[in-house]
């Protein structure tokens, strides 16, 4: 199984960035997919997850700007992120897993991560 984090960059505060993260190895319609993020010096966070029939979490930090969406044709999910702020910064990280709604923001209920995109936010 792989999974290909892409669309990393720097963008200025306000900005946009659109990630994406492609999946092979895996019945990609079977998996729930989420994004999570690491700052420097901080511990991994988790961003949004969106499950196999398309219905999400987000972060309270990214509701309303962050949307998650997924391809399943094209076995790949996608992160847009608009009115980008400089906490934002961290590089983030694609994973698969089957996770249990109960557990469903935790990084430990996805079997699958990709290599991680970095996406910095300057003020």
């Known amino acids: 199984v792989q999974l290909q984090a892409s669309g990393g960059g720097l963008v200025q505060a306000g900005g946009s960035l659109g990630l994406s993260c492609a999946a092979s190895g895996l019945t990609f319609s079977n998996y729930g997919m989420a994004w999570f993020r690491q700052a420097p010096g901080k511990e991994r966070e988790f961003v949004v997850a969106i499950r196999w029939n398309r219905s999400t979490n987000y972060a309270d930090s990214v509701k309303g700007r962050f949307t998650v969406s997924r391809d399943n044709a094209k076995n790949t999910v996608y992160l847009q992120m608009n009115s980008l702020k400089p906490g934002d910064t961290a590089v983030y990280y694609c994973?698969?897993?089957?996770?249990?709604?109960?557990?469903?923001?935790?990084?430990?209920?996805?079997?699958?991560w990709g290599q991680g995109t970095l996406v910095t936010v300057s003020s």
């Open positions: 994973a698969a897993g089957r996770p249990i709604t109960s557990a469903i923001t935790e990084g430990r209920s996805y079997y699958y």
